[in-house]
């Protein structure tokens, strides 16, 4: 099972609180189900992007789209193919090999 969630999973910014919450949530679920199944060989994994040129900046409210615009400025994005690259990593290692987390971003990132 690979879990997506997000850099904000592990750095909490003002004005993002929900979704920071969302993503921490994601990050105690993971862990706490591989806790659960890795008795059974089956691994759980999480990918935490950093700035990914997705669709998602496009449902926030204008100024939370300019702070982060102000954010991202200068950096090239990661793009989808990126994150799909990461995730066919995680699946094909051996059945002896979980990759627990992935934190991934944008060489320009903070």
């Known amino acids: 099972m690979v879990n997506i969630s997000s850099v904000a999973g592990r750095v909490a910014r003002s004005g993002r609180g929900v979704y920071n919450l969302t993503k921490h949530g994601i990050g105690a679920f993971s862990e706490s189900l591989r806790q659960e199944v890795t008795g059974r060989h089956v691994r759980v994994s999480l990918i935490e992007p950093g700035a990914t040129a ?3 900046a496009g449902h926030n409210r204008a100024e939370v789209l300019e702070t982060m615009r102000a954010q991202v400025t ?7 193919e990126d ?6 990593y ?6 002896h090999v979980a990759v627990n987390e992935l934190l991934i971003r944008p060489t320009e990132q903070e």
């Open 83 to 88: 994150i799909a690259d990461a995730i066919a």
């Open 90 to 95: 995680i699946v094909t290692r051996p059945r």
């Open 74 to 80: 200068d950096i090239e994005p990661m793009q989808a």
């Open 54 to 56: 997705t669709e998602l």
